[in-house]
């Protein structure tokens, strides 16, 4: 991304390496502009603007009509998408379209600070290269009617699914049906088929899965037949979006998107929307808090380091029994294996050794309940910032990504259907050494802020767990918000008890600065999942966070600087939208 300065017209304009315009700043002297309401603003702005960023005014003749769910006459054209507004100022949403019908994530927004009207900037992922050939009326009408079982065939699916996730090709249900156009990207269609082996090893239990040190790595995949022969590489198509539901022996209900091009019913894009009275509590982790013990620690060297904390926004106790359900969290048993959640008579106190499945539930409760106070406390409710999420939301203290045993070191965040919201969260193990004596992930307030402080808020502003550029900015929340006052012996390892590897004190030097390999090629083989990318971020974002007090000799402006920086990464990550979200770190 390269920067110029546009003298004549006072703004700063990024370009890709293609010389397109991405994104325009006028942070330094704001656009005033006169409208009755922001969206007004936002229409005049792109009058002035847009053919900075390769829009021609022709294409901005219908900016208050919506997308299209049918074919139109029309040729490309910017659409109204959606409005958000965060405290005083509003992100103004465009959906490129092309017949009417938007293109799959592409579109502008344009962000507007009110009273007055001043434009700060806008962001574009327009397609340049759009060019996509009208099908048949016939093509577009079998695909968007097609059936479960039809569909179960082209997703590859069969009876007795032999994979490790066990899938139940009987249980597929079609949420939602729409009509969008797609680039095709091979690299991109969906995840990679799993390398461990079936779940069903005759490997002790203790063997199985030992050296997985990773968070949500594993995604769940389809085995997707081959495209039709007529499917070029980035060309665009025609496709039927279908969000089905499906279920299988690792995921009671798991929520999918798939692309299916008109003519050729191929699949083109598979997404899966994944990636939690007092009780005695980790506050953050051992590490942080206490410089240890690490997680294979005892009862007699873990237990000390809990600490008494209130699980607040408690519903009250039914029939003399408290269960660990509020205002923001319920504690489900959804996956295996069967780990049933702990209760206490009413006036009780949720007090366990730590390693315990239940010390595990208590931490769960409490960690994710805490996510949720600390975003309320900074302004952003749960209405207005998890509008796509339910609540109380779901969280499973021990469940798996591939092992039904659930004897693995992770954690994964699952979506709803259309990828708009948090259907649940789910957390695994800390260690493996004491199988007979459990201690689970959801004692790391790290990895719980990796999941929904990473991918959890991601679902309700651009449906995905990732950004296009990195695997989530939850590293980076984890990373500021728990260096103040921290006892871990190295600050820049991100999780420093359950150590993974990940760090947030990487140099362009070696290899990790934006413009390097690593970050030229998110997602690619040098960055595995985009993890390599998120160290990246993370870096920069404790960079700003060192910079605006992180690095100051009082705790308490430390302590500012972190919820500072946190709430600058939330705030930027909610003006986002599923056609806005950049394609890089400098969006």
Not at 289 to 297: A, D, H, V
Not at 365 to 392: E, I, N, Q, V
Not at 544 to 573: K, V
């Amino acid at each position: 991304m390269n920067q110029e300065f546009d003298a004549a017209r006072n703004v700063y304009v990024d370009r890709d390496a293609d010389g397109a315009g991405r994104q325009l700043s006028h942070v330094h002297a704001p656009v005033v502009i006169d409208g009755e309401s922001a969206r007004h603003v936002a229409q005049a702005y792109l009058h002035r603007f847009a053919d900075l960023l390769g829009v021609s005014s022709e294409e901005l003749r219908h900016l208050d009509a919506p997308p299209s769910q049918t074919l139109e006459e029309a040729g490309t054209e910017v659409r109204f998408l959606e409005e958000k507004a965060q405290f005083d100022t509003v992100s103004i949403a465009y959906s490129q379209t092309r017949f009417g019908l938007p293109v799959w994530h592409a579109g502008i927004g344009v962000h507007v600070k009110l009273h007055p009207g001043k434009v700060l900037g806008a962001q574009s992922t327009w397609h340049h290269d759009l060019e996509v050939e009208r099908p048949s009326m016939q093509a577009v009408k079998r695909a968007s009617s097609l059936k479960e079982k039809e569909l179960a065939a082209q997703l590859g699916l069969h009876k007795g699914d032999r994979s490790p996730y066990g899938w139940d090709c009987d249980s597929l249900k079609i949420e939602g049906r729409g009509l969008v156009i797609y680039r095709y990207e091979s690299a991109t269609r969906a995840p990679p088929q799993p390398r461990d082996p079936p779940a069903e090893s005759t490997e002790p239990a203790e063997h199985v899965h030992h050296q997985r040190h990773t968070l949500a790595s594993d995604v769940p995949t389809l085995p997707l037949p081959p495209v039709a022969e007529s499917i070029r590489e980035c060309r665009h198509y025609v496709c039927a979006r279908i969000d089905f539901a499906l279920s299988g022996r690792l995921y009671p209900v798991l929520h999918w998107t798939a692309l299916i091009e008109v003519e050729s019913l191929s699949i083109l894009l598979l997404v899966p929307y994944t990636s939690g009275v007092n009780g005695m509590v980790f506050e953050i982790d051992p590490i942080t808090t206490n410089g240890g013990p690490s997680p294979s620690g005892t009862d007699a060297t873990l237990n000390p380091v809990r600490v008494s904390a209130v699980l607040a926004g408690l519903a009250a106790p039914v029939g003399g029994t408290q269960s660990l359900v509020g205002d923001n969290i319920q504690l489900s048993d959804v996956e295996i294996p069967t780990i049933a959640v702990p209760t206490e008579p009413t006036g009780t106190n949720f007090d366990f050794n730590a390693r315990t499945d239940n010390f595990s539930a208590v931490n769960a409760y409490y960690h994710c309940d805490k996510f949720f106070r600390l975003l309320d406390g900074m302004g952003f409710t749960r209405a207005g910032y998890f509008g796509g999420s339910t609540f109380p939301s779901p969280v499973d203290h021990r469940g798996d990504i591939l092992v039904a045993s659930g004897i693995e070191i992770n954690a994964h965040c699952v979506g709803t259907s259309g990828g708009g919201g948090i259907l649940r969260t789910t957390f695994a193990l800390a260690d493996l050494g004491d199988l007979a004596n459990p201690l689970g992930i959801a004692c790391d307030y790290r990895v719980v802020l990796h999941e929904l402080g990473g991918h959890g808020v991601l679902y309700n502003h651009i449906q995905s767990a990732n950004f296009k550029f990195a695997h989530s900015a939850g590293d980076s929340i984890a990373a500021v918000l728990n260096d103040a006052g921290s006892q871990a012996p190295d600050r820049f390892v991100t999780f420093p008890w359950v150590n993974i590897g990940r760090r947030h004190d990487r140099t362009p030097a070696a290899g990790w600065g934006w413009s390097g390999s690593i970050g030229l090629n998110p997602f690619g083989p040098a960055d595995g999942g985009g993890y390599n990318n998120e160290q990246i971020l993370s870096t920069s974002h404790f960079r700003i966070y060192r910079s605006i007090g992180g690095d100051a000799a009082n705790l308490t402006t430390q302590q500012f600087a972190g919820r500072m920086t946190a709430y600058l990464i939330l705030r930027a990550i909610g003006s986002l939208t599923a056609a806005t979200q950049p394609a890089n770190a400098a969006g």
